[in-house]
């Protein structure tokens, strides 16, 4: 799933502070195998292939965004992928999870999940 999200058309001062240009936030999670190799890695000293691999996901999800909406494809300044070893780095999360438990079908399943209560019905 991607999450497309234009935070600063929520902002009333925004056209005013910076006109003719806002923000996308392009959200999708990704698998921490796919990153764990660079785990022991330094932030900004994972070497070229890490770099490859962040420019390949984030040019894809580029496309993505582009293909919903094709009138902004000129006006793409400036765009930065972080990965999950960002988000473990500079948040702190584990396996760099950005919205907590994996909404997996197995996590659903888990009896701890589903709601109790002492109420009848």
Known sequence: ??????????????????????????IAEAPWDTFAQWDETRVKHRGSEYMKLKEKIATGLLSYMLHEFPH?????????????????????????????????????RQPWLEPRTSLPG
Do not use: M
Not at 73 to 93: D, H, M, R
């Open 1 to 26: 799933a991607v999450f497309l999200s234009f935070p600063s058309a929520k902002d009333p001062s925004w056209p005013e502070r910076h006109p003719d240009k806002s923000t996308v936030h392009i």
């Open 72 to 108: 902004l494809a000129e006006k793409v300044a400036f765009y930065e992928l972080g990965t999950p070893l960002t988000s473990a780095y500079y948040l702190g999360s584990h396996h760099g999870v950005s919205y907590g438990l994996s909404p997996t079908p197995e996590r659903f």
